[in-house]
């Protein structure tokens, strides 16, 4: 089957109709529209279009409020706290990137806590529109129960991404964005539409035994990276995006949660870093990219998000291609089918 050629703008537009279509309003449209398309811009496939039917399946459950007004509030003098009025999360975190960004300037460090959110997207474009803006970013979310801790065979964690950023002397900043488990969910799904077997230590099946077929995967168990390693990354995430802000860990969202496909309820935590509060005004930029050169400097080596920028290149003008029987989902998904 062939692949449907897009430029961004349609990908864009496309997203905007899907979504309205099924209960998004403008200002919800518009910010997971922007999201939809910074995924697909960067060839981040499994956050980008691919999502959509999973969030119109939020929408048409009644699950995620499409008209959500997420409210912004200070709770301490380096803490904003975004209620997200149960809607998906981009709007919430537009409404709370700046007031984030004003508390890292004036504290030196600041918090973002959104609730009542439904977070299906990557974290590096949250953390990459702050590092833009001169600031160090880490961003936290836990999901529903989907890896084993170390040692066990049965879903507990979150996939439950780390992303940081770092500004550069000039060009994008450094992001790296990482799930702790030894794969995203969303390519462990991509493998298993597509028919394709996965390197081993991605998951277990359902009888607990390590296999490399996605879809037994999909029935069993994924794993964290590194083992014990990833696992308590994976515990920090749920303490962080869960336990300190009041929100569900991952095992409570999927007991919570109406399966209908997409994300569950949850919360997301965010720290920002102004550098030049933190003792080396004048030199942490070019301190630091020396660091980034000398790593640079051996063979195969490369920084965090360089094949994303790199992919942001070629799709500005060159535009995506989409899965035909992704878009037609869409487009049938547009039309209320
Ligand atoms: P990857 O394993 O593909 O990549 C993880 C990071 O490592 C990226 O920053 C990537 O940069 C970098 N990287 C990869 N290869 C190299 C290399 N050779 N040298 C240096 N850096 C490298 O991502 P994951 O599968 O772990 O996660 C995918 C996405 O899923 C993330 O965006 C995450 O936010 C999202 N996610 C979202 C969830 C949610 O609930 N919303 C849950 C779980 C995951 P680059 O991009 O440039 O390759």
Not at 37 to 46: F, I, P, Y
Not at 108 to 114: H, Q, S
Not at 298 to 313: I, K, S
């Given at each position: 089957m062939s692949d449907v050629p897009l430029t961004l703008d349609e990908v864009h537009a496309l997203a905007t109709r899907c979504l309205a279509a099924n209960g998004c309003d403008g200002a919800n449209a518009a910010a997971l529209a922007d999201t939809l398309?910074?995924?697909?811009?960067?060839?981040?496939?499994?956050h980008g279009l691919f999502r959509l039917p999973g969030y119109v399946a939020a929408l048409r459950s009644g699950k995620v409020n499409g008209a959500a007004d997420p409210g912004v509030d200070e709770i301490a003098p380096s803490v904003v706290r975004v209620d997200g009025d149960g809607g998906f999360a981009p709007l919430a975190l537009v409404?709370?990137?700046?007031?984030?960004?004003?508390?890292?300037?004036?504290?030196?460090?600041?918090?973002?806590?959104?609730?009542?959110i439904h977070h299906f997207a990557a974290l590096w474009i949250e953390v990459e529109a702050l590092a833009e803006q001169g600031l160090c970013a880490f961003a936290f979310t836990a999901s529903k129960a989907l890896?084993?801790?170390a040692g066990g065979t049965r879903p507990f964690f979150g996939t439950n991404p780390v992303s940081f950023g770092?500004?550069?002397r000039s060009g994008p900043p450094m992001v790296?964005?990482?799930?702790?488990?030894?794969?995203?969910?969303?390519?462990?799904?991509?493998?298993?539409?597509?028919?394709?077997?996965?390197?081993?230590?991605?998951?277990?099946?359902?009888?607990?035994?390590?296999?490399?077929?996605?879809?037994?995967?999909?029935?069993?168990?994924?794993?964290?990276?590194g083992g014990y390693k990833g696992s308590s990354v994976a515990l920090m995430v749920e303490i962080l995006a869960a336990g300190l802000i009041g929100e569900r860990f991952s095992f409570e969202a999927s007991e919570r949660d109406n399966n209908d496909g997409g994300p569950a309820r949850g919360g997301e935590l965010m720290l920002a870093i102004d550098p030049r509060r933190f003792g080396d005004a004048e030199g942490y930029l070019d301190h630091t990219e020396t660091l980034f050169e000398k790593m640079l400097a051996?063979?195969?080596?490369?920084?965090?998000?360089?094949?994303?920028?790199?992919?942001?290149?070629t799709t500005r003008d060159g535009g995506v291609t989409v899965p035909k029987a992704l878009h037609d989902q869409i487009v049938g998904l547009a039309a209320g089918s």
């Open positions: 398309t910074a995924a697909e811009g960067d060839l981040c496939v499994s409404r709370g990137r700046e007031p984030l960004a004003e508390k890292a300037r004036d504290q030196g460090i600041a918090a973002l806590v959104l609730v009542d890896v084993a801790a770092w500004p550069r790296f964005d990482q799930a702790s488990a030894a794969m995203a969910r969303g390519e462990v799904m991509i493998a298993a539409r597509d028919g394709h077997d996965l390197p081993p230590g991605v998951g277990l099946d359902a009888d607990g035994k390590p296999t490399t077929n996605a879809k037994e995967i999909l029935a069993g168990t994924q794993l964290p990276f051996q063979d195969g080596v490369r920084l965090p998000g360089d094949r994303r920028h790199a992919n942001r290149e």
